[in-house]
């Protein structure tokens, strides 16, 4: 078991965030993201590569817990959720075979969005279990920037933002 250094409450080995009061109970990556090789989908990242005023090649959600990679390409916007029977509309990113609904997913949760001059941002959209941004909630309908490195977390559902510019 591990201590929150805010609040004390006890958390398991491996836990990013703490259940009760939201602290991060990790320290941030500083070194190179290996994303794997041989593949058109493949990059590797570093920390200190992003430069203001060029807009981001790439972008990828690195999941925590399955380790999986998943590239944001095609678009310069995409909702992140689940989806649910009967269900109209339909995240562009479905998180569904990550345990989504177990993790506290929306159906609609936020949505990533890439601008021209170079900006990542996240917009929690109005999800029941929120958004944070490396432990810090986010408020609802406001873009937040991101920046290469930070930890996510969709409800209980975690990943660190890469992004290659």
């Known amino acids: 078991m591990i201590r929150c250094p805010v609040c ?87 998180l569904t075979p990550y345990h989504a609904y177990e993790q506290g997913v929306s159906r609609l949760h936020a949505a990533i969005r890439v601008y021209p001059d170079g900006r990542v941002t996240i917009t929690d959209l109005g999800s029941s279990n929120g958004t944070r941004v490396n432990g810090v909630k986010i408020l609802p309908n406001t873009p937040h920037t991101l920046q290469h490195g930070d930890m996510v977390a969709l409800g209980k559902l975690f990943f660190q933002v890469l992004i290659q510019t």
């Open 8 to 94: 004390q409450h006890e958390e398991f080995e491996g836990a990013l965030y703490c259940s009760e009061c939201g602290a991060p109970l990790y320290t941030r990556p500083s070194t190179t993201q290996n994303l794997g090789k041989g593949s058109q989908s493949s990059w590797a990242l570093q920390t200190d590569e992003a430069q203001p005023g060029k807009a981001p090649l790439r972008v990828a959600l690195y999941l925590v817990e399955s380790g999986q990679r998943l590239f944001l390409e095609g678009a310069s916007e995409w909702t992140l959720g689940r989806r649910a029977e009967g269900q109209a509309v339909l995240p562009d990113l479905d």
